[in-house]
């Protein structure tokens, strides 16, 4: 059973500091997402990471694969309050997404 | 281009009632998916279909639970006989092709309360 983890599941960080959420997954996949979620929201989109080495950035976000590490990173730069959201990682296992238990961001001034 | 569009956005309903939840992909979206969120959790899978299949139900309670989504309409996944942990909002997704060639959009949820 393929199981993905999220770490920190919570995080406070200051305006302007820099900071990485981590997603771990146990099985195979080349396929990895990114979503945010506001407060009593929908998920918005963020990333899709389709290959080995696959880098996005958009804005103060930067996500990042490595399917042999089975490790994706979500990278946070000058952290604005804007960014307080819970963001997921979702992994594609036969043509479903399975989600992480995401992690609630706090960004304070 | 609207949205995934789920109805209702709240329904409140007292054990042993039914709860029906519908989603209406985005136009020229053939998969749907269900998933649920307990409150402070991730999302759960809970079903993948296409029209009038159901491809994996894998996620679902075997009692109570069913999903279906037909030629013409929208998907409807009903939970009979609705128990206090049933309590959660379930957001619908949709997707043009498999995801793995695509991304998936979700709607903005339907939030259950069972007193």
Same mark, same amino acid.
């Given at each position: 059973?393929?199981?993905?983890?999220?770490?920190?599941?919570?995080?406070?960080?200051?305006?302007?500091?820099?900071?990485? @959420?981590?997603?771990?997954?146990?099985?195979?996949?080349?396929?990895?997402?990114?979503?945010?979620?506001?407060?009593?929201?929908?998920?918005?989109?963020?990333?899709?990471?389709?290959?080995?080495?696959?880098?996005?950035?958009?804005?103060?976000?930067?996500?990042?694969?490595?399917?042999?590490?089975?490790?994706?990173?979500?990278? @946070?730069?000058?952290?604005?309050?804007?960014?307080?959201?819970?963001?997921?990682?979702?992994?594609?296992?036969?043509?479903?997404? @399975?989600?992480?238990?995401?992690?609630?961001?706090?960004?304070?001034? | 281009?609207?949205?995934?569009?789920?109805?209702?956005?709240?329904?409140?309903?007292?054990?042993?009632?039914?709860?029906?939840?519908?989603?209406?992909?985005?136009?020229?979206?053939?998969?749907?998916?269900?998933?649920?969120?307990?409150?402070?959790?991730?999302?759960?899978?809970?079903?993948?279909?296409?029209?009038?299949?159901?491809?994996? !139900?894998?996620?679902?309670?075997? !009692?109570?639970?069913?999903?279906?989504?037909?030629?013409?309409?929208?998907?409807?996944?009903?939970?009979?006989?609705?128990?206090?942990?049933?309590?959660?909002?379930?957001?619908?997704?949709?997707?043009?092709?498999?995801?793995?060639?695509?991304?998936?959009?979700?709607?903005?949820?339907?939030?259950?309360?069972?007193?």
């Amino acid at each position: 059973e393929l199981k993905v983890e999220q770490n920190p599941l919570f995080l406070s960080m200051q305006e302007g500091k820099n900071y990485t @959420i981590y997603c771990n997954y146990s099985t195979t996949s080349d396929r990895l997402y990114w979503y945010r979620q506001d407060p009593g929201k929908s998920l918005e989109s963020l990333f899709v990471l389709l290959s080995n080495g696959a880098v996005k950035q958009e804005g103060r976000l930067m996500a990042s694969l490595d399917t042999k590490a089975r490790l994706s990173t979500l990278h @946070i730069t000058a952290a604005v309050h804007d960014l307080s959201a819970t963001y997921f990682c979702a992994v594609l296992m036969a043509d479903k997404l @399975i989600f992480g238990t995401g992690t609630r961001l706090q960004v304070f001034p | 281009n609207a949205g995934v569009m789920q109805n209702p956005r709240h329904l409140v309903r007292r054990r042993g009632q039914e709860a029906r939840l519908r989603c209406s992909p985005m136009k020229g979206h053939s998969h749907v998916y269900w998933y649920r969120q307990l409150p402070e959790e991730g999302l759960k899978f809970m079903v993948y279909l296409q029209k009038e299949n159901i491809i994996d !139900e894998s996620g679902m309670p075997k !009692e109570r639970f069913s999903a279906e989504f037909p030629k013409e309409g929208p998907s409807i996944l009903r939970i009979q006989q609705v128990v206090r942990g049933d309590s959660a909002a379930y957001f619908c997704a949709s997707s043009r092709l498999v995801p793995n060639t695509g991304e998936l959009f979700f709607g903005e949820g339907s939030r259950l309360t069972v007193l």
